[in-house]
């Protein structure tokens, strides 16, 4: 019939591996693209059940639904499930998408599947989270020394004020009021040597993104504490200039501080040659007019050539001897996900600025995980 034909065609035509199923749940017509999704030569799926394909999807009385995996029959049919295994020719599996959609065809019930493949994007964005995740332990491991320095000083005070303490316990009377002092210098120091290994793990976390309001003053004072000690082993100064009042920006805080300490250590290796008294980093928060929150990096280093101004965020793009090069292009990646702008100028005295500009205020999650 013409009305078939014509039907088939348009299904041919869709990007999506479609099935058409019949009232008893087989299929009547398979596009292309789903032959070539699971493996099957043209016409080999026709008439066979869909549950050869997708076996949560059950047929066993007239109406399509999703079987639990403790048997029972959901009571939402045809709802369209996002993490759906699937089975190819061959045996293998694979992770999709599937929406469905019934209506009457000619004087039958059917539905038509639509099957959305999401191992690629899976493994895609899994391999990029991961690319990510090792940039930040490669980073933290430049940091290492000067950290492991910092937690040290919080660890010796505690155990010279505990031995100071065992010398007053032995005294008779006890100073308690001594004692009570040097018990809450130890509650003190612990809570700096917390403090560090907490921004630490708050860097190296690995993690799913996670899209929530922040208040981007404190990841921003969070990160300049973490690389507080390295600047002093470098002789940098580094000033902070954060408007009184921030809006809120919507963002993933592990990555936005990725890209915050990339721009900070990029800051300081490109003042290694400068003489100690111009080795300033001068960072900026601002709300801009345009309804953005801006973030400037502001170094007095050797500035970017014409040429490198662009080719900087290009991934393998280094100019260091132990650089990985990856830095920049992973940055520029986390803040185009967050819907923003990040981009370097060289300063009129000497120097570079990297700027980061984000949307303010709350965009709703869709927009951004786009
Ligand atoms: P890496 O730090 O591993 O080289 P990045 O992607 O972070 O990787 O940086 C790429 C290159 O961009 C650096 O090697 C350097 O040449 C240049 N660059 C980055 N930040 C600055 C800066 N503040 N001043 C001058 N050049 C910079």
Excluded at 69 to 82: A, N, Q, T, W, Y
Excluded at 104 to 127: A, H, P
Aim: charged share 25%.
């Amino acid at each position: 019939m013409s009305g078939e034909r014509y039907f088939r065609e348009a299904l041919a035509l869709l990007p999506v591996a479609t099935l058409m199923l019949d009232a008893r749940g087989l299929m009547a017509m398979v596009n292309p693209q789903a032959d070539r999704l699971f493996g099957y030569e043209c016409g080999e799926l026709v008439g066979r059940p869909v549950e050869l394909l997708v076996h949560a999807l059950r047929f066993d009385s007239d109406a399509p639904h999703w079987a639990d995996p403790s048997g029972i029959r959901r009571s939402h049919g045809l709802l369209p499930l996002d993490d759906v295994c699937a089975r190819r020719k061959d045996g293998t599996e694979l992770s999709v998408e599937i929406d469905l959609s019934a209506f009457r065809f000619g004087d039958e019930n059917v539905t038509l599947v639509f099957v959305i493949d999401k191992s690629d994007r899976y493994e895609l964005r899994r391999q990029r989270q991961d690319l990510a995740h090792l940039t930040r332990v490669s980073t933290m491991g430049q940091l290492a020394s000067s950290l492991a320095h910092e937690l040290n000083q919080p660890l010796t005070a505690i155990l010279s004020n505990v031995q100071a303490a065992q010398r007053f316990m032995t005294a008779d009377p006890i100073d308690l009021a001594e004692l009570r002092e040097i018990l809450n210098d130890i509650v003190q120091d612990d809570y700096r040597a917390s403090e560090v290994i907490r921004r630490i793990r708050a860097v190296v976390k690995k993690g799913d993104l996670e899209v929530i309001p922040l208040d981007l003053t404190g990841v921003m004072r969070d990160v300049v504490s973490l690389v507080h000690s390295d600047a002093i082993v470098r002789g940098i100064r580094v000033t902070l200039d954060i408007d009184a009042t921030m809006p809120l920006v919507r963002g993933d805080r592990v990555q936005l501080q990725q890209v915050m300490l990339n721009l900070l250590l990029n800051a300081f290796d490109a003042m290694n040659e400068v003489p100690p008294v111009d080795r300033v980093v001068c960072v900026t928060l601002k709300s801009a007019d345009n309804g953005m929150v801006l973030i400037a990096v502001r170094d007095r280093g050797h500035g970017l050539t014409a040429d490198k101004l662009d080719k900087i965020f290009k991934p393998f793009f280094t100019s260091k001897p132990q650089g990985l090069g990856l830095g920049l292009s992973i940055s520029r990646s986390i803040i185009d996900m967050h819907r923003g702008r990040l981009w370097a100028e060289n300063n009129n005295d000497r120097g570079a600025t990297f700027y980061v500009a984000l949307p303010a205020g709350d965009a709703t999650e869709e927009d951004k995980s786009r």
